[in-house]
């Protein structure tokens, strides 16, 4: 059984911002004028003990992957000066925080440069992302993730587990705002928790790769597009609470009520959607 969509619910969603915007004044920032770029190398050593790794960026591009010899290797190019991470270890507590370029209001990009290339080593870590309005590409595979957080705003963000974690991950957590997100593999990520919350947007989240134990999900979204990618043999409860969604699922599985299951072998998946309104797309 398949619910149509009302994909005009996102187009009424536009229409009402983009009619309080008209009613606004906002005072946009003076934009500085770019220099040349300046490459920073950024190295950093495995602490002794847990390693908790944050990254606070904000506008630009986040580019992360594994390979590294020790806890973070890459660079930082940038040509505002004010730009210039700054890198701070305090026993096992690691920060790389983008400089002071306070932007209010809309972020001035025009001719700006401001791209981090980094990798990251296979030492058990935790890892905290926080950024801002930015592109990220993240490529977690073979890393020792024991927990991820990911605080954005809006954001175009691709992540992707192509290879297991070798940690058990206690949580997995992730908020956004309007964004588009798509996760990819994530039964690798080895996670017990996966907390997703997001505000109006268009969000994958991909649960190929090999579950290796039993796993919670809990969505809560805006008004957005929730695709759901579930292997053909995966055990999964999928319940959806909502004002006002589509749901569309393949065909074998069981529908009852506003619950949704998949019978499969192995680990199970529990999956809790709470949305305002929009569409629920369960494929395989």
């Known amino acids: 059984m398949v619910k149509k969509r009302i994909p005009i619910l996102l187009a009424i969603l536009v229409l009402s911002l983009a009619s309080l915007a008209c009613g606004v004044q906002t005072n946009f920032p003076s934009a500085k004028t770019p220099g040349p770029i300046v490459t920073d190398e950024i190295s950093v050593n495995v602490p002794d003990g847990d390693a908790n790794l944050a990254l606070t960026f904000g506008a630009g591009k986040l580019l992360l992957a594994p390979g590294a010899e020790k806890l973070v290797q890459g660079s930082a190019k940038y040509n505002i000066a004010d730009f210039k991470p700054e890198i701070k ?6 920060s790389i925080t983008q400089g002071n370029y306070q932007m209010n209001g809309f972020p001035v990009l025009s001719n700006i440069e401001n791209t981090w290339d980094l990798k990251l080593g296979s030492a058990p870590m935790a890892l905290t992302i926080n950024a801002g309005a930015y592109e990220g590409h993240f490529d977690f595979g073979g890393l020792a993730l024991t927990a991820l957080t990911i605080n954005d705003g809006a954001a175009q963000v691709t992540a992707d587990f192509p290879v297991p974690n070798n940690q058990k991950m206690s ?9 588009n997100v798509t996760f990819k593999n994530l039964a690798n990520a080895n996670f017990a928790t996966l907390n997703f919350e997001s505000g109006a947007g268009n969000y994958t989240l991909d649960f190929g790769g090999n579950l290796q134990r039993d796993g ?9 597009n929730l695709t759901l990618v579930i292997p053909a043999d995966l055990a999964v409860t999928v319940k959806v609470s909502s004002g006002l969604s589509n749901v569309q699922f393949p065909s074998g599985w069981t529908q009852r009520g506003d619950t ?9 998946l529990i999956i809790t959607i709470e949305m305002g309104a929009g569409n629920v797309n369960i494929t395989q």
């Open 260 to 268: 949704y299951t998949q019978e499969g072998s192995g680990p199970e």
């Open 171 to 179: 949580l997995l957590s992730y908020k956004t705002g309007a964004s």
């Open 216 to 224: 919670s999900v809990s969505v809560r979204s805006g008004m957005s």
């Open 89 to 94: 270890t305090t026993g096992g507590d690691v």
